[in-house]
């Protein structure tokens, strides 16, 4: 069933390239398994998926260690200072960095291991008061803030839309998120990529894509539901 689920989203992925005219290439599907078991990583690993995100650091490291190949592992949940030891050797990028007290702690434990850790800026262009995330204004200072940091590169943006019924009610988010992208990328900043776009859930993949979304992070439309009880 994975398997089925898992190209059925390519192939929607594929579908939505072409209907903004992109290359599906473009396009890295993160498969979220955050609460799921390894055994459906391990059947996702069979059909070549390789890039997972997880929410929380502990399920990360736990799964990280005891996955039978190595794949790429992506923080996409918010991540606290006191964490940040345990991942910054781990993930392959952090896409939650949200302060320059974070970015602070990333720096001085990617020092530690003497690893480059990759991240993104996480912007709340939904302004939801319940989410994580600098305003958009504010993301261009945190970027000059971080950007000569040795043992960080800054590699582009993400945002997390709100749970809408009609996806086409979160187009606009994701419009004004690859704008922001723009301008700071015309902005040529020193040591600053703005090449990923990490946008779109199961909800609203296809119109992220549309709107220039080059990471996509998809865990039910993979997975299947979510229980949270049996945690
Ligand atoms: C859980 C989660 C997702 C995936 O959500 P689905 O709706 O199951 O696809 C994506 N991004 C973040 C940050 C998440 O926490």
């Not at 991240?119 to 939904?126: H, S």
Request: proline residues 3%; negative net charge; hydrophobic residues 40%.
């Amino acid at each position: 069933m994975l398997k089925e689920n898992l190209l059925d989203v390519k192939e929607k992925i594929r579908m939505a390239c072409e209907r903004a005219g992109r290359n599906p290439d473009e396009v890295t599907l993160i498969a979220v398994s955050k609460t799921k078991p390894l055994s459906d990583i391990e059947e996702l690993i069979l059909c070549e998926q390789m890039e997972y995100g997880e929410n929380k650091v502990q399920e990360l490291v736990d799964k990280y260690e005891h996955v039978s190949k190595p794949v790429n592992w992506h923080l996409i949940g918010h991540l606290q200072t006191n964490k940040v030891k345990y991942i910054v050797d781990k993930a392959c990028l952090i896409h939650s960095v949200d302060s320059l007290h974070l970015a602070k702690e990333i720096e001085k434990e990617a020092a530690k291991k003497s690893v480059i850790c990759k991240i993104l800026i996480q912007v709340n262009i939904a302004k939801e008061d319940t989410k994580f995330g600098v305003s958009e204004e504010e993301a261009c200072s945190l970027i000059e803030q971080i950007k000569d940091f040795p043992h960080i590169q800054i590699e582009g943006l993400m945002t997390i839309a709100p749970f809408v019924d009609n996806p086409e009610k979160n187009r606009h988010i994701f419009r004004n998120l690859h704008q922001l992208l723009l301008d700071i990328k015309s902005k040529n900043i020193d040591n600053v990529n703005m090449n990923v776009l990490s946008m779109g859930m199961t909800n609203d993949y296809e119109v992220a894509i549309e709107e220039g979304a080059t990471m996509v992070r998809v865990g039910t439309g993979i997975f299947g539901a979510r229980n949270y009880n049996i945690e």
